[in-house]
T-cell receptor, first 109, second 115 residues
Framework: EDQVTQSPEALRLQEGESSSLNCSYT??????LFWYRQDPGKGPEFLFT???AGEEKEKERLKATLTKKESFLHITAPKPEDSATYLC??????????FGTGTQLKVEL | DAGITQSPRHKVTETGTPVTLRCHQT?????MYWYRQDPGHGLRLIHY???????DKGEVSDGYSVSRSKTEDFLLTLESATSSQTSVYFC??????????????FGPGTRLTVL
């Protein structure tokens, strides 16, 4: 069965304090790994797609990396506006995306 | 923002009543999806559509039906709502699926409460 596990469940950082979020997965035949950001009361907002081990993508203070078993979302010098829940997902059988339960990030001044 | 709207955005209903949620897209994407999001479970796929009149079940489809009569509209119906269907419902769209999975873009969500 396809599985996605995200850690930690919650993370509190000071502004400027860099850290990483983890997404580990088990799926047969990786067809991509997706990162989303979700703000309270809103739909998930697409951030990155990674398709092969070793691939990296960056956007502002965020960088996503992928290995054969996990992905990391690195946050460099975060700001309060980076506070959100970060979700990762992998395609499973058919057309199904399996989501993790997310990491709730809070960045404080 | 992807051109996806959901209606209604909030709804309170009573157990046993039928409820229909609507998803409308302006992107002309082939695939449309309905998910529900509950604490501790993440997003779970209810049903999806891969074209007009072409639909298939997801992992939590019991108690739900869908219809797609036009490319731009995907309806989710709860025939007889139950309290366990209290949730936030999200619609998503994607251009297509192949060897590499296409990116899904999500709508703003509908918060449904069944009393």
């Amino acid at each position: 069965e396809d599985q996605v596990t995200q850690s930690p469940e919650a993370l509190r950082l000071q502004e400027g304090e860099s850290s990483s979020l983890n997404c580990s997965y088990t799926v047969s035949g990786l067809r991509g790994l997706f990162w989303y950001r979700q703000d309270p009361g809103k739909g998930p907002e697409f951030l990155f797609t990674l398709y092969s081990a070793g691939e990296e993508k960056e956007k502002e203070r965020l960088k996503a990396t992928l290995t054969k078993k996990e992905s990391f979302l690195h946050i460099t010098a975060p700001k309060p506006e980076d506070s959100a829940t970060y979700l990762c997902a992998v395609p499973g059988g058919g057309n199904k995306l399996t989501f993790g339960t997310g990491t709730q990030l809070k960045v404080e001044l | 923002d992807a051109g996806i709207t959901q209606s209604p955005r909030h709804k309170v209903t009573e157990t046993g009543t039928p409820v229909t949620l609507r998803c409308h897209q302006t992107e002309n994407h082939r695939y449309m999806y309905w998910y529900r999001q509950d604490p501790g479970h993440g997003l779970r796929l209810i049903h999806y559509s891969y074209g007009v009149k072409d639909t298939d079940k997801g992992e939590v489809s019991d108690g739900y039906s869908v219809s797609r009569s036009k490319t731009e509209d995907f309806l989710l119906t709860l025939e007889s709502a139950t309290s366990s269907q209290t949730s936030v419902y999200f619609c998503a769209i994607s251009e297509g699926q192949g060897a590499l999975f296409g990116t899904q873009y999500f709508g703003p969500g509908t918060r449904l409460t069944v009393l």
